[in-house]
């Protein structure tokens, strides 16, 4: 058999996640890092599941942080570690990453742009929460179901 290939192991990671076998995917995000450690997707992609599933968040910072150190200039690290931070109730930090993984991306994300949204009502600064909330709106279908969450927010300002 041949060697797996970064790809093999994060499709695989990936498969056991959707499927809802989370702690599978972990130790399968965590192989990734281990065969792969200078790649920044097993960092990211680890983080992700771990704060999305509100597991280890102290974890979840460390394996963002790494992240975002292997790859500076993509903004997915970057979100991920601004919001794993938010849901760790830790925003002072938030508002420094999420534009400039905004930016990175050219403001073509409404992921990053919701979780900028949040992130700035936390801090209290909702006429900037307000103008992101209009810019995932005006991505009509292709802002999927953050168009319903940011409306959702945009009446709660």
């Known amino acids: 058999l041949a060697e797996p290939t970064a790809w093999n192991v994060f499709f695989l ?11 599978t995917a972990i130790a399968a995000y965590q192989n990734l890092i281990t065969g792969f450690p200078a790649s920044h997707i ?3 992609q680890l983080a992700l599941v771990l704060q999305s599933n509100d597991f280890d968040l102290v974890e979840a910072e460390s394996m963002a ?8 200039g993509d903004a997915a690290p970057k979100d991920t570690l601004a919001w794993t931070r938010v849901k ?5 930090e938030d508002v420094t990453f999420l534009p400039e993984a905004s930016e990175i991306q050219a403001g073509s994300n409404p992921l990053t742009a919701f979780h900028l949204a949040r992130a700035e009502i936390l801090n209290g600064e909702n006429a900037q ?3 992101l909330l209009d810019k995932i709106l005006a991505f009509g279908p292709d802002a999927l179901l953050f168009s319903g969450e940011a409306r959702s927010l945009k009446k709660g300002l």
């Open 129 to 131: 929460a307000q103008v």
């Open 65 to 72: 942080r790494a992240a975002v150190s292997l790859a500076p």
């Open 13 to 23: 990671s990936v498969t056991e996640e959707q499927v809802g076998a989370i702690n």
């Open 42 to 44: 097993g960092y990211n």
């Open 88 to 92: 760790a109730r830790k925003p002072e």
